[in-house]
């Protein structure tokens, strides 16, 4: 705007300011959300480098090593793979730490019989992968991780399964806060009625965060997620979006059963949404509770 005004004041000189500014972020905003055929070559790259990084570090990992030594492993298949760089600060979290969203310290200890949440991803070629994967540090899910692990699974399958086009973005999260409550009843994280749960968002003690967000040149790319009228959009063939439902239960959590406590799970996949249906770009990270131990077994 100081330009603009310069020039107007300059008009004796003939120098013209224009009459009429277009504020084009929107209009780019757009162009961004809707991926050419071009551009999901190209996330599907940055995804393939990611998963590779993040089946390393699960084959790796083990008790006694450091956080920030798991990071280095994914640092350096990242690099290896044809990635620069990590698209964001990768979080890597053990025990509680894995109940603190953005954790990023990465400078703890990885203990023996705790849970080790990853969330990282490449870029490649100016876009971003953007994968979270939860996995015990010795190899072998507890009765206890397996309870919570299983319900923020199922949560990421039923939310997974909705998309594609016409599909309002906020039902997607609606169906994971609905299978994550229902989820919480059965192992007694909560008690009560699943619909009056949800009412009251009893469930945001536990998950306090949207299902997903959109992904492109940014992590958390642009785009709208709601329509002129405060509508949910309706999402469509072209958009690539997270789905990424979590439970965490933090250390000061009450009236619920000891074992849960300090137990964070995030499992997190790239979706592309397609013209039928969508298509997972980060499904060749194991999820499986029983894939991810044969893995870690060698």
Known sequence: MNMIVTLRRRGRA???APSTLIETGKILHEMRLIKSAEEM???????????EAHIKAMQLTKPGMYEYEV???????FRRNGSYAAAYNSIVGT??????LHYVDNNQ?????????????AEYG?????ITRTFPVNGKFTKAQKDVYEVVLEANKQATEMVKPGVKFLDIHNKAVEVLTEGMVKIGLLKGDVET????EKYKQFYMHKTGHWLGMDVHDVGRYFDKDSQSRTIEAGMVMTIEPGLYIQEN????????????????????????????????????IDEIESLMAG
């Open 14 to 16: 003939g120098e013209f």
């Open 41 to 51: 070559d190209v996330m599907r790259k940055a995804n393939f480098i990611t998963q």
């Open 71 to 77: 990071e280095g492993i994914i640092d350096n298949e």
């Open 95 to 100: 025990g509680v730490n894995a109940t603190i």
């Open 109 to 121: 200890q990885l203990k023996d019989g705790d849970l080790l949440l990853i969330d990282a991803g």
């Open 126 to 130: 100016f876009y971003a992968g953007d």
């Open 197 to 200: 749960l949800i009412k009251e």
């Open 253 to 288: 959590s009450v009236d619920i059963p000891s074992e849960y406590i300090g137990i964070g799970i995030r499992i997190e996949d790239d979706i592309l949404v397609t013209e039928t249906g969508y298509e997972n770009l980060s499904k060749r990270v194991p999820k499986e």
